[in-house]
């Protein structure tokens, strides 16, 4: 097989003129999908490793949607099997998408290095590394980059002609890729050069704010998240009496969770002044506070908790990460969000949504596209978003049954016959080109 590396520019541009001259037969093809092979169409993710975060939770749930249709045989290829974060050593084998893909039968292979805060430059992987990689791409058809993290190992991999000649996706969840460091050069040279083919984008933000920073894939997709509906669902009143006596939360008094990582993009800060500010209008209510960092034994959190007047009481339930954050959106009035930055189409404010929270947030990424009609935005005031926290309490009946409603419009089903419908086209573009 040959491989793709920094001389094949031209036959990038070589493809994009075909694709323009037969549009035509990109429909004609779109649901072939590789039928040619007489066998199901084998598509590689690359993980940068297994952690809390939406990116991961929604592309678990897609790979295990895409694979139990029987259509495509789906692997992993982690570059981590633990990783550190938000003061937190997370294995791979503990973590809730890595079982998640083993309860789908999802076979998932790891390269032996821990997950950090920056990503693995193509000069750090190993020669066994480099080994494993090959051995997992010579198996796929197609390669799909959860986000440009991974894109390091393909470009080590290009280098030493170990990289078939084969599509390569990367999905991209984030509106501030300059925030991503060296991935963002890689991303952007994996373009120019024909190694990545295509992007994904979760929000229209992504793409454009992607576009603006030199991404030019051969060809650019828009697929809004969508989320398991059958998963994140109302509670039965059983249901979520039994929640709230688990969390040690009242019957009927206001709850309002914030599900998000302690990191600066989250701006835990914000939200913790914001409970400040709302609970001493309505001391009743209960917050609940879900994701990696966020516990009190954490001496960040705890620290900045106090800065903003927080403290240690039976209404402030911090409880870090959770495998049932189902459960926790069933009994809440509001899911709030309070982003600085980097969201894209965020998964906590459509799984609270499905539940019947009501989304309240900062307006970052498609947020606001993403809740309209049921959701309330805000600004980055503090008081202002206890406001909005208030409203929505006050008109809650009426957001709950406008939430519920949407229902239909977030669901997973849609996400995955986009993404179905993406790879079928990659791979007959690339069919076409051959």
């Not at 920056?118 to 066994?128: I, L, R, S």
């Not at 229209?204 to 030199?214: C, K, L, N, P, V």
């Not at 701006?267 to 209008?281: D, E, K, Q, Y």
């Not at 009946?397 to 669901?411: H, N, V, Y």
């Amino acid at each position: 097989m040959g491989s793709i590396g920094a001389g094949a520019a031209l036959g990038a541009e070589g493809l994009r003129g075909i694709v323009r001259e037969l549009p035509g037969l990109t429909n004609l093809f779109r649901d072939l999908g590789g039928a040619a092979m007489n066998r199901p169409v084998r598509v590689l993710s690359l993980y940068e490793g297994f952690f809390a975060g939406g990116a991961r939770v929604l592309h678990t749930d897609l790979i295990a949607g895409l694979h139990a249709r029987g259509f495509q045989q789906h692997r992993v290829l982690s570059l981590a099997p633990e990783a550190r974060r938000e003061s937190t050593l997370q294995p791979m084998t503990d973590d809730a998408r890595y079982l998640r893909l083993q309860r789908a039968g999802i076979a998932v292979r790891a390269l032996g290095r821990i997950a950090g805060s920056e990503p693995p430059a193509p000069e750090t992987f190993t020669e066994d590394d480099l080994r494993i990689a090959h051995e997992e791409v010579s198996r796929a058809d197609v390669i799909l980059s959860l986000k440009e993290q991974p894109l390091g190992l393909l470009l080590a991999l290009a280098e030493r002609g170990l990289l078939p000649r084969i599509p390569v996706a990367v999905t991209l969840h984030r509106s501030d890729p300059l925030h991503s460091g060296s991935a963002l050069r890689w991303l952007v040279h994996g373009t120019e050069t024909g190694l990545v083919t295509s992007t994904i984008a979760c929000a229209h933000s992504t793409s454009e704010a992607y576009a603006h920073s030199g991404v030019r894939a051969l060809e650019p997709h828009v697929i809004p998240n969508g989320i398991d509906t059958e998963r994140f669902r109302p509670a039965t009143p059983s249901e979520a009496a039994s929640t709230r006596r688990r969390l040690g939360i009242p019957a009927s008094v206001p709850v309002v969770v914030f599900a998000a990582r302690f990191d600066a993009m989250k701006n835990p800060g914000l939200f913790l002044a914001s409970l400040a500010a709302h609970a001493t209008r309505r001391p009743d209510t209960h917050y609940v506070l879900c994701g990696a960092g966020m516990e009190w034994s954490n001496p960040a959190f705890r620290g900045l908790a106090r800065q903003e007047g927080v403290m240690e009481t039976g209404s402030v339930h911090t409880l870090g990460i959770r495998d049932d954050m189902p459960a926790v959106y069933q009994i809440a009035d509001i899911v709030a969000l309070t982003s600085a930055f980097g969201e894209a189409s965020p998964l906590c404010l459509l799984e609270g949504a499905a539940c019947g929270a009501t989304p309240v947030t900062t307006d970052v990424g498609d947020a606001a596209r993403q809740i309209e009609g049921f959701g309330v935005i805000t600004s980055h005031d503090p008081t202002e978003i206890a406001d909005a926290w208030e409203t929505a309490i006050l008109h809650r009946d009426q957001l709950r049954s406008a939430a519920l409603a949407a229902r239909g419009r977030i669901g997973r089903e849609r996400m995955i016959d986009d993404y179905s419908d993406a790879i079928s086209g990659m791979l007959t573009r690339a069919e076409i080109a051959a």
